[in-house]
């Protein structure tokens, strides 16, 4: 019986000296020891590891950058049933914002307004600012608010819409420069950040990196955007894409929202490069507008296979150059005897690398100066003088509308560029096959045709009833129509179907 209790004494024990070594065990399971030891890692490391040192940080460039960045907000009016164009920033309400728009019906007698807006920099001490042509274009009044809740009225000084860039002016002095640095020795992966006005929140920082360069985003041919997947919102244009150095390398100008097939897409938007907006601000600063050259052709890369092509027939090496397409009647290039078919090598003595390129240098000389141009034809090195018209008044002139009429009536303008309708745009903006006719390259946003709805990409195959098969086609049915008249065009888009557009011409 003693034996029987003393087991049961010394089992009892046992037990509880069991219980409290895994009654310790458990409680240990809180300190750090054991929590790393029964990780699945193999070796213990802190919770939080700090970013390798090559990292940048932003915060000393954005404190600096921050005093150059301004708000700049417009005021625009109108009068009976004019409609605003499609050009204005924003139009930010926090009302409607969070509550959807306010339908009450505007006020007997009082004026229609919108306000709109974007950002800026200022760019001299006395009060010299940069921003998109879009953001002021149209607007009655113009207010700089800077970063120290300082206002100004501002004027525009000059604008240059074919590359979306305004100068504006406000009665300072002694204020901060955001330096303009060289867009030119920007690489794709180079560290940017944008600053501006999103939606109104002031003083908006975004970080990205450079995407690509020389992207073309319209139908201008001077197109050379920055493309980068910084953050860029409905206010942010006009504002800086800054560099690591706090300098201004581009000005913030589009974003993509879709592509053509109405895909979502993010993390793209554009910038205008500062190295193009730097050889224009004499002149927006000067005349208030921005003068180009203009040669009076369409040109196209040379390929390999063209390459191989003129090496096989005539001998020759050609390493770059400007394939001339073809060559509008009446122009600088028609009247020096260029030809469809030359290559344009060499502008003033120095090599054309692309079609894109001759563009630029073109563009970069003043209408009236004469240039020389050496060019291949059938494989024989020819040269010519060419005086440059104005690119402006040119390019009104290879739109819609722009011949000579009948009698001597006043021109009418359709506010259209065409251009004839290629495989290529067939399947980018999928067109099929049996649709005949020509592709819209390009609308005037003041015309009579933006504001009905009338864009780029849309398919015209009929003008006033005649149909439209080709470049040449529609513009004799425009030459026909005169100022103030009534016009009817029928209009393709891809399998969408077709509609009837009517407006007047001017």
Known sequence: MKTVKFLMLVSAGMLLVMVGFALAQMKDLGSPTVKAESSAAPESRPAFQPAPSGYPSFADIVEKAYPAVVAVSTVSTRSGNQQFGEQEEFFFNPFEFFFGPNQSPMPKGQTPFRQGGGSGLIVSSDGYILTNNHVVDGADKVTVTLNDDREFSAKV???????????????????????????????????????????????????????????????SALDDFIQTDAAINFGNSGGPLINLRGEAVGINTAIT??????????????????????EQMDQLKTHGKVSRGYLGVKVGPVDADAKDYLKSRHGIDVR????????????????????????????????????????????????????????????KKKSFDVTLADRTEGLKGEQAGDDDDDEGAKKATLGITVEE?????????????????????????????FSKGIRDGLIITEVNGEPVGSVSDFKAAASRIKSGEMVSIYIQDGNAGGSYFYFKAE
Do not use: C
């Open 257 to 278: 929202r879709q592509d053509q097939m109405g895909r979502v897409v993010e993390g793209i938007g554009f910038a205008v490069p500062i190295n193009l907006v730097k």
């Open 320 to 379: 770059g150059g400007a394939l001339i397409q073809s060559v509008d009647k009446g122009t600088p290039a028609a009247k020096a005897g260029l030809l469809k078919g030359d290559i344009i090598t060499a502008i003033e003595g120095k090599d054309i690398k692309d079609s894109r390129e001759l563009v630029h240098k073109v563009s970069s000389f003043a209408p009236k100066k004469t240039i020389r141009l050496d060019v291949y034809r059938e494989g």
């Open 421 to 449: 309708l290629s495989q290529r745009a067939r399947q980018m903006y999928r067109i099929p096959e049996d649709i005949q006719g020509v592709l819209i390259r390009n609308v005037d946003p003041k015309s009579n045709a």
């Open 157 to 219: 000084v000059g604008s240059d819409e074919e590359t979306d860039v305004a100068l504006l002016k406000i009665e300072a002095s002694g204020l901060p420069v955001l330096p303009l640095g060289d867009s030119e020795a920007l690489r794709p992966g180079d560290w940017v950040m944008a600053i501006g006005n999103p939606l109104m929140y002031r003083n908006t920082v975004t970080a990205g990196v450079v995407s690509a360069k020389g992207r073309r985003i319209s139908s």
